[in-house]
T-cell receptor
Framework: AQSVTQLGSHVSVSEGALVLLRCNYSSSVPPYLFWYVQYPNQGLQLLLKYTTGATLVKGINGFEAEFKKSETSFHLTKPSAHMSDAAEYFCAVSDRNAGNMLTFGGGTRLMVKP | GAGVSQSPRYKVAKRGQDVALRCDPISGHVSLFWYQQALGQGPEFLTYFQNEAQLDKSGLPSDRFFAERPEGSVSTLKIQRTQQEDSAVYLC?????????????FGPGTRLTVT
């Protein structure tokens, strides 16, 4: 069974500082990997995904993530935080064979201080 | 184009009542998923439809939960004899294709509170 661990349920950064949200997965076979963002009272929005090829993936709003097979990690970064980045972020995996259901981590709430 | 819509957005039910939650996926999307998101947690998979066929219901927590998609478009998640532990946000997502890594588009969710 797959599982996803997001270290740090709350992360606080200053505006303009680096954002680093951590995600580690457990799977017998490298899965497909996703990051979603959730704003209050809204649905989840896809930030980026890794399926194959280049391990550094660029997404929307200046976010990027790097797939590291040896570390079973898919950490999300952004060089400079904006106030508008304050939200809940979820890492998710999907089985490479079935490609259907998503297994989510517990989420990380990002707070951005002015 | 419209996204995934869900209704009602909020539902309060007394323990023991039955509830029905509706999902309108993006038109033409083959795949439809239901997830349950408890407060402060990530979403958890409930069930998956490909057109009208329910291909995976392994995440449904009990036989009180039932989902259908009779015409391959709108889906309804029904919970019978609601319990307090059913309180959560229920998310619906749709995907264009039948399989693979196409993006799942999520609706805003229905927040169910069981009192």
């Amino acid at each position: 069974a797959q599982s996803v661990t997001q270290l740090g349920s709350h992360v606080s950064v200053s505006e303009g500082a680096l954002v680093l949200l951590r995600c580690n997965y457990s799977s017998s076979v490298p899965p497909y990997l996703f990051w979603y963002v959730q704003y209050p009272n809204q649905g989840l929005q896809l930030l980026l995904k890794y399926t194959t090829g280049a391990t550094l993936v660029k997404g929307i709003n200046g976010f990027e993530a790097e797939f590291k097979k040896s570390e079973t990690s898919f950490h999300l970064t952004k060089p400079s935080a904006h106030m508008s980045d304050a939200a809940e972020y979820f890492c998710a995996v999907s089985d490479r064979n079935a490609g259907n259901m998503l297994t989510f981590g517990g989420g990380t709430r990002l707070m951005v201080k002015p | 184009g419209a996204g995934v819509s869900q209704s009602p957005r909020y539902k309060v039910a007394k323990r023991g009542q039955d509830v029905a939650l509706r999902c309108d996926p993006i038109s033409g999307h083959v795949s439809l998923f239901w997830y349950q998101q408890a407060l402060g947690q990530g979403p958890e998979f409930l069930t998956y439809f490909q057109n009208e066929a329910q291909l995976d219901k392994s995440g449904l927590p009990s036989d009180r939960f039932f989902a259908e998609r009779p015409e391959g478009s709108v889906s309804t998640l029904k919970i019978q004899r609601t319990q307090q532990e059913d309180s959560a946000v229920y998310l619906c997502a749709s995907r264009r294709g039948a399989a693979g890594v196409g993006e799942q588009y999520f609706g805003p969710g229905t927040r169910l509170t069981v009192t």
